[in-house]
């Protein structure tokens, strides 16, 4: 396991030296570069079984009506956390300056205006999509997207789209390249993948529908 191969989160690219860069000839034939592929296949399981553990979660407590939210999960395979936060809050369009207007509006179709923030917190990097949507009449009418990366170990490359999949439906997808800026003998740009998608509704409502990060960059 990695934990008992390395002494810090600096170090994880090392292992999956063997299988970015040696020849498939090496790669068939080396036993240590069978034995690190398997062990990689093996952490990357765990780290998708917990991803998915976490992103139930996560989704569990948006539908029970939470707007700031943090699930993590502990992987022993890896001896890491792995975690995602969500967060929903309305963006006040119009001051209500009496208590009939509130009223009013309670009973208007629903409309409004949302930030969101979708994030990742893995090996040494973070990974955020973030923006707003607006809603009205049951539709979605407009969303906004912006990719976050962190890590100082590694160099960061996002890139986010919106899917219209009918009009009170719109997925937001996000993926961040994070390349290790270490150096194995002549080897750089080792690290992970992540990807992060977000549906708005337009109801108003949120959903995080993908939240996971992958070996290799």
Known sequence: MLNKKFASILTIPLLITSLYTATPAKASTTPENLTN??????????VDKAMEIVLQKTNEEIKSGKEDIEVSQYVPEINQNVSVEFKVKDVPTKIQSNNLQKSIVAYA????????SGKVNAWG??????????????????????????????SHSGSASITKLDPSVWSIHSKSVHKWLGQVGGVTGLGYTSYITVE??????????????TTGS
Do not use: C, W
Request: net charge positive; charged share 20%; glycine share 12%.
């Open 109 to 116: 179709v629903p409309s409004g205006r949302k930030d969101y």
């Open 125 to 154: 990097f973070t990974h955020t999509l973030r923006g707003t949507f607006v809603y009205s009449g049951g539709k979605v009418t407009s969303a906004s997207k912006e990719v976050l990366n962190s890590g100082i170990t590694y």
């Open 200 to 213: 708005v509704y337009g109801s108003g409502t949120s959903a995080l529908k993908k939240a996971t990060y």
């Open 37 to 46: 592929f398997q062990e990689i296949m093996k952490d990357q399981k765990a």
